[in-house]
């Protein structure tokens, strides 16, 4: 019998390690995700200085900038019938202002409890939570995009009136 329960924490202990060695790499793959993010988003940022008003770009310029800089949510899906060697799915981009709190079924993995920092925050990368389903409000700052939308429609006007 004890030899049984040995054998039984040995093998959780073993599963623990493999896990937390796994979760690592996955965590190094998602650091390279979002170092390749900040590339597109300041891509996002020189595309629309250089051409704010360009009939051609994709679903990524056109909302990572907006994303960044007005907040809301950025929700990524397979584009509509759009593949890559025929199997895999190209992601396509939705930036949401608001979600409603009552509509939207939703799920993530939230920390027990959290912890924030400024500068690296390894701990964000393996830690205790549990399934929420039902997200805070990360409402998109509109009063900022408006004001932003209509001083883009003033100069505009003003740079065909002249």
């Known amino acids: 019998m004890r030899a049984a329960i040995r054998f039984h924490t040995v093998m959780r202990?073993?599963?623990q390690v493999m896990h937390c060695i796994i979760s690592s790499i996955a965590l190094a793959a998602w650091g390279a995700a979002m170092a390749l993010l900040c590339v597109g988003?300041?891509?996002a940022y020189a595309a629309r200085i250089a051409l704010p008003d360009s009939a051609?770009?994709?679903c990524w310029l056109a909302i990572l900038w907006k994303w960044h800089r007005y907040g809301g949510y950025l929700?990524?899906?397979p584009?509509?019938?759009t593949r890559l060697l025929k199997y895999l799915?190209?992601?396509s981009a939705i930036w949401i202002q608001e979600l409603p709190?009552?509509?939207?079924?939703l799920e993530y993995y939230a920390p027990l409890d959290r912890k924030y920092s400024n500068y690296c925050p390894l701990y964000g990368g393996?830690?205790?939570g549990r399934i929420r389903l039902a997200d805070s409000e990360h409402k998109a700052d509109m009063t900022k995009y408006k004001a932003d939308q209509r001083d883009a429609r003033i100069a505009r006007w003003e740079a065909e009136n002249d």
């Open 126 to 128: 393996y830690f205790r």
């Open 13 to 15: 202990s073993a599963r």
């Open 56 to 58: 051609y770009q994709n």
């Open 89 to 91: 799915p190209v992601p």
């Open 41 to 43: 988003v300041a891509l």
């Open 101 to 105: 709190r009552r509509g939207v079924k």
């Open 75 to 77: 929700a990524i899906r």
């Open 79 to 81: 584009a509509d019938g």
